[in-house]
């Protein structure tokens, strides 16, 4: 196990934030940490790192129980803050040699390194160049790559694809699959579901200080009581299709708006042929089918979307 | 101990690179100088002592007492400055002087030797005719130095003179007034005073560069970055402060230097002590912006403290204009109540050759005052950015 959180509790006064909180991450994993506001998260994250004391409990981290500066720990670990956190009259290869050198590196590993980093950021041939100059693309690349500069077995990961265009998020999710593929364990928080659902191997979800989630993405949505939408676009709606829909075999619940119902059907229903056949007389414009997402998940556990938490 | 080496040579890039600050506070601070040296040199009424002062003694005393002041006035430590002419009867002398022919009279009353021995006051009278400030504070200079005690006559005359005379060039009537008696005939210069009080008030002012690189990296999300490394913060943090006092230092260093070869500023034939004492008052100005920025949650109030503090204590010190201040109180804030002005009276007892308990007390107490706000430093520090 890299990371193991036993019964973990942290107040704030008398605000609980973490509240018993367990779970183990293994290596190489790529977790996705998600959370409304003041679910939790960032005191997690602060007290993987050892930036925060837990009032009781325990955290192992690399089979050693971990406690507030312990830097045998802190070297093995890599930080990307949310906010890009770089030196902006420094050149790209200055902030990670800083960064390198704080965790040790130096000589011929730190250049080999910052090197390798470089390429793999994208910014070899902007190495000279100070970030004041970057697009915010390129800026959130160098804020990454001042983690990777010594190589971390655990990497923790706070939202770095916040507002950048798609081509570097796209790099930047290429680079954490890499990561990923290499034996990286990662912990990655943002509030976009569908990176979690195309990275993470697994998911938590924290909540008023408790993981109320973990497991991968398919475990959590089977767990939904619906297992499938369906969204159907009439010409014409009216009561007695609704009541109709209702009472095809395995719809659980129907909602409608306007001319457009979503029926949510029970896991291996099997009944689009039915609804297909009790919708045709009534002119049926377009017909969608989907299976619940992370976001129906989240939705489902906290009653809250994360886009309006961010908001 | 690398990570401090690190951050010290990454602070003194970051400072060299934030090239217009830089560039403006040198600058600045230059166009002071030459302006306040070079507008303001003809306030300096340093002329007087292009002309000797003329002097008639009378001496009405037959003792040994009398024969020494008058082998001290007549030495060669002092013939640039006066020229004593023997007179006999102190009414004639009084008559030469109202016919300009002397500048003034020195009278040794006859009980002078009798009065010295015994340990008394011994009586010695002036007289001038016009208000001459610069020959009054010639003769008022030698004879009170005489009449004190042996070590006045040192400080008077072999040491040239007293610090408070060199730090207080100000008179009531706003001209600027020398009233060193320099060794080696060494005039003080409007270029001088300027150069250094310009230079030790710039110092208070750098720590505004270090609180705006303690707010990016100690109070920014940077903060976390550095923590989550296994780099002590500390370390860190005080390699940061060495770097921008090295460059604070650097700075005005390189001021001081142009008008030192440039305009021919003098700083003395002692530099260590010049530049150590701007060294131990930059290491004031970082400490205390440092303290401030660690101290106070309002991000503006350190600005605005800096900003009084720094004119505050070059007023005080007489950098500008005329402290407001008058008597012994003003005297004392002029010559050692402020930081300013501990090191101004250290560097001008250095560049005139003042005494050097003075001098070293005057930059022990520099020092002392940058170890007090480093404690403090430290403790702000420690509730701020230590885990």
New interface residues.
């Given amino acids: 196990m890299i990371t193991i959180f036993r019964d973990a509790v942290k107040r704030y006064g008398q605000n609980l934030v973490l509240d018993h909180v367990n779970f183990d991450i293994k290596k190489g994993e790529i977790i996705g940490l998600l959370g409304s506001n003041g679910a939790g998260k960032t005191t997690t994250i602060?007290a993987l790192?050892?930036?925060?004391p837990i009032d009781s409990g325990e955290i192992k981290l690399f089979d050693e129980e971990f406690s507030?500066?312990k830097?045998?720990i802190?070297?093995r670990?890599g930080?990307v803050?949310?906010?890009i956190?770089v030196?902006n009259?420094?050149t790209a290869r200055?902030n990670l040699n800083?960064?390198g050198?704080?965790?040790?590196i130096?000589g011929m590993e730190l250049k080999t390194r910052v090197d390798e980093v470089l390429n793999f950021i994208g910014l070899k041939e902007y190495e000279k160049v100070m970030p004041k100059k970057f697009s915010g693309g390129m800026k959130r690349r160098l804020n990454i790559g001042?983690a990777l500069v010594h190589k971390p077995e655990l990497l923790i990961m706070d939202e770095p694809t916040v507002g950048i265009d798609p081509q570097s998020r796209n790099h930047i999710l290429e680079a954490v699959r890499k990561l990923g593929n290499v034996g990286t364990t990662i912990i990655y928080t943002t509030h976009y579901m569908d990176e979690v659902q195309n990275l993470c191997s697994r998911v938590l979800i924290m909540d008023t200080g408790h993981i109320i989630a973990n497991g991968s993405v398919a475990d959590l949505t089977k767990r939904l009581n619906f297992e499938e939408k369906t969204h159907i676009v009439f010409k014409k709606s009216s009561s007695e299709l609704i009541q109709n829909l209702r009472n095809v075999s395995g719809i659980r619940d129907v909602l409608s708006t306007d001319n457009k119902v979503t029926l949510l059907s029970q896991t291996g229903a099997s009944n689009l042929e039915d609804i297909i056949k009790t919708s045709q007389n009534y002119g049926i414009i377009s017909i969608q089918s989907e299976t619940p997402t992370l976001e129906d998940v989240f939705l489902t556990l906290t009653g809250k979307t994360l886009r309006d938490e961010e908001e | 101990m690398?990570?401090f080496w690190?951050s010290c040579v990454?602070a003194i890039?970051?400072h060299v690179?934030?090239i217009t600050p830089y560039i403006m506070q040198v600058m600045s601070t230059m166009i002071l100088i030459i302006i306040l040296g070079s507008a303001l040199s003809g306030n300096f009424k340093t002329n007087a002592y292009v002309n000797t002062v003329k002097v008639a003694l009378v001496n009405g005393d037959k003792g040994e007492a009398s024969k020494e002041f008058i082998n001290f006035l007549n030495s060669s430590r002092l013939d640039k400055l006066i020229k004593t002419s023997t007179v006999d009867d102190i009414e004639i002398a009084k008559h030469a002087l109202q016919q300009n022919k002397y500048d003034g009279v020195i009278e040794i009353k006859s009980n002078y030797s009798e009065a010295y021995l015994k340990g008394n006051q011994a009586a010695i009278e002036t007289f001038m005719i016009n208000n001459d400030k610069a020959t009054f504070q010639i003769l008022n200079s030698i004879i009170n130095g005489w009449k004190n005690n042996s070590s006045a006559i040192q400080i008077a005359t072999k040491n040239c003179t007293s610090i408070e005379s060199i730090t207080s060039l100000q008179n009531n009537d706003n001209i600027i007034i020398d009233k060193a008696l320099s060794k080696g005939g060494k005039l003080p210069k409007a270029m001088d005073y300027y150069t250094i009080t310009m230079a030790v008030m710039t110092l208070i002012f750098t720590g505004f560069s270090t609180m705006g690189r303690l707010q990016e990296d100690f109070l920014?999300?940077?903060k976390?970055?550095?923590?989550?490394?296994?780099?002590h913060i500390g370390l860190?943090l005080t390699g940061n402060l060495a770097g921008t006092t090295v460059t604070g230092f650097l700075q005005m260093a390189f001021v001081v230097l142009f008008s030192h070869f440039v305009y021919g500023a003098n700083l003395g034939s002692n530099w260590g002590i010049v530049f150590g004492t701007l060294l131990l008052m930059t290491l004031f100005g970082q400490m205390l912006a440092a303290a401030l920025t660690l101290g106070l949650k309002n991000a503006n109030a350190p600005n605005a403290i800096i900003s009084t503090l720094g004119i505050g204590f070059t007023f005080l010190a007489g950098g500008f204009f005329t402290s407001p201040i008058k008597g012994h109180l003003g005297q004392f804030f002029v010559t050692y109540g402020t930081p300013n002005s501990l090191a101004q009276t250290a560097i001008f007892g250095s560049i005139y050759g003042g005494a050097s308990v003075v001098i070293y007390t005057c930059m022990g107490v520099l020092a002392m005052l940058s170890l007090i706000l480093l404690g403090v430093t430290i403790i702000f520090a420690k509730r701020r950015i230590l885990?």
């Fill in positions: 602060k790192m050892g930036l925060v507030v500066n830097n045998s802190k070297r670990i930080m803050p949310q906010e956190v030196f009259d420094l200055e800083f960064f050198q704080l965790y040790g130096k001042c | 690398i990570v690190i990454t890039k970051q690179r934030s920014s999300e940077m976390t970055r550095l923590q989550s490394s296994p780099a860190i885990v």
